[in-house]
């Protein structure tokens, strides 16, 4: 009972990287988790479903990464005693994963942190709506509930809440912070404001549409999830993509990270007191998302990726156009870098504010942009590369420094190492079909599809169901692993600061709730 | 210094670039010299967030940006709903923005307009209405206008501020 476990009786699982699926009792589930986590690895995602009306039981999920694969253990749950051991002790992003998997399948965690998450107060406590017997069409009246914060006592310490409506064009969650004057002790995040029901959602649509919902799980990595929830499809079909296809996603993909990072480094500077890097890198991102319009019919790639390929080819004009698009980006970035690098004011707010340390990165798991300026070197594309990266050769970023300038600095790094990876893909665009027929899928089996996007792992956990119908359809965000890290970094800085910490974190709301 | 007055030299100022009259720049420009006459005064916008995927928000955040220059010609996004003429609604209301989403409208002074932005809006999108989404923001709140879309191109949100505007007694 232990990795060899894994080696021995691990099956394969259909994805678009090496992953292997292993049935534990709740022993083993302990035992190996701790031995995972010993070994390095990490927990990407935990999930549940009700297969009560097949077994009778309850079944868990946890995917780790672990060097090179992913590796799924799978715990059954009895139906009449729906409780599983927690993974919280070894892995902190664990903890709101289970009270998510609690408030939709009423099956629990048996220690830690028992209080809901995204239920609030929404739906009855003793209601489960990601259970075969809920009705997705249930309204029912909502009663918000107080939510037992954390108190900090002591002298002179009093609470701020903010939200969950801000004072900006951002997405709705709540932040409660205990301080002393002006100085941060504790910040307590409350999230699930913008809980849609999206998993339950997915089991009323056929398994050829899914992408639609993916792809609208976090409208800024539409292009991420829309990929990996086609990703886990097609492995479950066994259908092979054409290398022009692969091209294409990965250009999309690249467009959608540099779009992302401009922007971002746009509102940091903003936020920093330097409205001149909001104007310029703005504009510089609205001439991308035109492009976007011009070449794949739309503004955010939105539905530009379908099961077996992508929505529209480009031609030889369109590739040109894209070319002396990016020539100019660079120039463009490569100028307002040296201003942001050299301008005083601006680096003295970026350094040194919102701290993640690299040994806290690591103890809480931190994952993608946020992990890389903190210490991590862990970048999908590189680590467990899928079609087409592996010839791609990507190279991560990777700072120490885990401040507002670390993460600064990363958004450069990778808006540069994608902008080259953009041109590579277009200069060597394989010819061929960018659509492939994707088959009818067996029940009753589980394909993952894992995506790099530009916050970091995204993964699609899709079960096929009835002919052609989805029976679960789990999605992560790397959110989940990076919201209890701001916790960590805002502690010593001062309250104003915080627009400017957690924009340099820029964690999604929606594509977290769900 | 320098660099930074070169660079502005260079970029130039996007919304006021010499337009061709089918140009998306010309009809920016109409919409905001509309805006001045009927109003006479800056419009005030507050955003609420009801549950979106963050796409309208994109497009949102788009319409600050130098092509739309929207604070430019005097819109300006507040923070407060006491503060504003037009809500600006996206997403399928969830359940749990729901009380929200009620306060902020019923906190604006008089006369105000309500926009749902986005077919999650306008009639609840993919999401529909479920255990965790009321659906359409006019099942919650009263709504003067709708822009579908998913999300929204800023041009659409610019003609809907125009359209609803143009009827300013009427909210
Ligand atoms: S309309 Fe589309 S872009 Fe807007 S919130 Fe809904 S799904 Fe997202």
């Given at each position: 009972m232990s990795l060899e476990l894994i080696a021995q009786e691990g099956r394969r699982l259909p994805a678009n990287v090496p992953a292997r699926r292993v049935a534990v009792d709740a022993q083993q589930w302990t035992a190996v988790a701790r031995q995972l986590q010993e070994a390095g690895a990490g927990l990407f995602t935990l999930w549940g479903a009700d297969d009560r009306d097949r077994d009778g039981m309850f079944h868990v999920f946890a995917a780790f990464l672990v060097p090179g694969e992913l590796v799924v253990l799978e715990l059954a749950v009895a139906g009449d005693r729906p409780v599983y051991p927690s993974?919280?002790?070894?892995?902190?992003?664990a903890a709101r994963l289970q009270r998510a998997i609690h408030d939709l399948l009423g099956i629990r965690a048996d220690e830690g942190d028992a209080r809901p998450w995204l239920r609030h107060g929404g739906w009855p406590e003793d209601r489960f709506p990601l259970r075969k017997d809920f009705d997705a069409a249930t309204a029912c009246p909502g009663v918000s509930r107080p939510y037992p914060f954390v108190r900090v006592e002591g002298e002179g310490v009093h609470e701020i809440p903010v939200g969950p409506i801000h004072a900006g064009t951002i997405e709705p969650g709540h932040f409660r912070f205990s301080v002393v004057g002006e100085k941060v002790l504790r910040l307590e995040e409350r999230l699930?404001?913008?809980?849609?029901?999206v998993a339950k959602r997915f089991e009323a649509l056929p398994l050829l549409e899914g992408h639609r919902l993916a792809a609208r799980v976090c409208g800024d990595s539409t292009v991420a999830f829309s990929w990996a929830y086609c990703a886990a499809l097609e492995a479950l079909a066994g259908a092979t993509v054409s290398p022009r296809t692969a091209s294409l996603r990965a250009l999309a993909l690249e467009r959608e990270r540099i779009a992302n990072h401009v922007g971002d480094l746009g509102a940091l500077g903003n936020d920093a007191g330097f409205a001149f890097g909001l104007t310029q890198f703005s504009a510089l991102k609205e001439r991308m998302l035109r492009l976007n319009r011009e070449v794949f019919g739309q503004r955010y790639l939105m539905d530009y990726i379908v099961p077996g390929g992508v929505r529209s080819d480009v031609g030889p004009r369109t590739v040109r156009l894209l070319l002396d698009e990016g020539v100019g980006i660079e120039r463009d970035v490569v100028a307002l870098r040296a201003i942001y690098d050299e301008h005083a004011g601006l680096q003295d707010r970026f350094k040194g504010a919102g701290q993640l340390t690299p040994s806290i990165a690591k103890t809480q798991g931190a994952f993608g942009l946020v992990g890389r300026a903190s210490g991590i070197e862990q970048d999908l594309r590189v680590t467990m590369p899928w079609a087409p990266y592996g010839e791609l050769r990507p190279t991560a970023a990777l700072r120490m420094e885990g401040d507002v300038a670390a993460r600064v600095q990363v958004r450069f790094d990778e808006v540069m190492e994608s902008l080259r990876l953009s041109r590579l893909l277009l200069e060597q665009l394989p010819q061929g079909s960018t659509s492939a027929p994707v088959a009818a899928v067996d029940s009753d089996r589980i394909g993952l599809g894992v995506v790099e996007g530009w916050r970091g792992p995204v993964m699609v956990a899709l079960e096929a169901g009835a002919p052609s119908a989805i029976r679960r359809c789990h999605v992560h965000d790397p959110s989940w692993q990076n919201w209890p890290t701001v916790d960590h970094a805002i502690i010593?800085?001062?309250?104003?600061?915080f627009p400017l910490i957690n924009k340099s974190f820029n964690l999604a709301y929606s594509g977290h709730d769900g | 210094m320098l660099n930074i007055i070169k660079r502005i030299r260079r970029t130039g100022i996007l919304s006021d670039a010499p337009p061709e009259s089918d140009q998306p720049e010309a009809r920016v420009r109409g919409i905001h010299e509309h805006l001045h006459r009927v109003f006479g005064r800056a419009l005030r916008i507050r955003h609420v967030d009801a549950g979106s995927c963050n796409g309208c928000e994109l497009e949102i955040q788009a319409l600050t940006n130098p092509y739309y220059n929207l604070e430019g010609a005097g819109i300006a996004f507040v923070a407060s709903p006491r503060h504003a003429d037009i809500l600006l609604v996206t997403g399928p209301v969830s359940v749990n923005m729901e009380e929200a989403l009620k306060r902020a409208y019923d906190v604006m002074p008089e006369p105000r307009w309500v926009i749902a932005v986005g077919d999650c809006g306008a009639c609840g999108g993919i999401f529909g209405t479920s255990y965790a989404t009321r659906g359409r923001v006019g099942d919650v709140i009263p709504v003067s206008a709708t822009v579908p879309g998913c999300p929204p191109e800023p041009m659409a949100l610019l003609q809907c501020l125009l359209h609803i505007t143009s009827h300013p007694g009427q909210p």
């Open positions: 993974l919280e002790r070894g892995f902190p992003v699930g404001y913008a809980h849609k029901g010593g800085n001062i309250v104003p600061d | -």
